[in-house]
Nanobody
Framework: VQLVESGGGLVQPGGSLRLSCSAS????????LSWYRQAPGKQRELVAE???????NYADSVQGRFTISRDNAAKSIYLQMDSLKSEDTAVYYC??????????WGQGTQVTVSS
């Protein structure tokens, strides 16, 4: 199982970025996936998750600004991030759990929000 993130970078406050996560080695259409982030000196936290049926859930801090989506044909999920704030600066990770107890993380992509 492999997850590969892309799309991070440097953006000014109020700007937008779109992260992508490409998955392999799983039955993608039956898999729930999530985005987490970890800022320096802080614990990793859930940002958004999407079920295999497309149901979504967001952290309160990003609700209304971020949108998670999936494309089963492309075996990918996305995180559209709008109205970015400095506190959104973190390494963003893609995550899935193919089986109970089997945790799979991507390598992470850096998002920096700064003027």
């Amino acid at each position: 199982v492999q997850l590969v993130e892309s799309g991070g970078g440097l953006v000014q406050p109020g700007g937008s970025l779109r992260l992508s996560c490409s998955a392999s080695g799983i039955v993608f259409r039956l898999s729930a996936l999530s985005w987490y982030r970890q800022a320096p000196g802080k614990q990793r936290e859930l940002v958004a998750e999407i079920s295999h049926l497309g149901r979504t859930n967001y952290a309160d801090s990003v609700q209304g600004r971020f949108t998670i989506s999936r494309d089963n044909a492309a075996k990918s999920i996305y995180l559209q991030m709008d109205s970015l704030k400095s506190e959104d600066t973190a390494v963003y990770y893609c995550y899935t759990q193919p089986q109970i107890g089997d945790h799979v993380w991507g390598q992470g992509t850096q998002v920096t929000v700064s003027s």
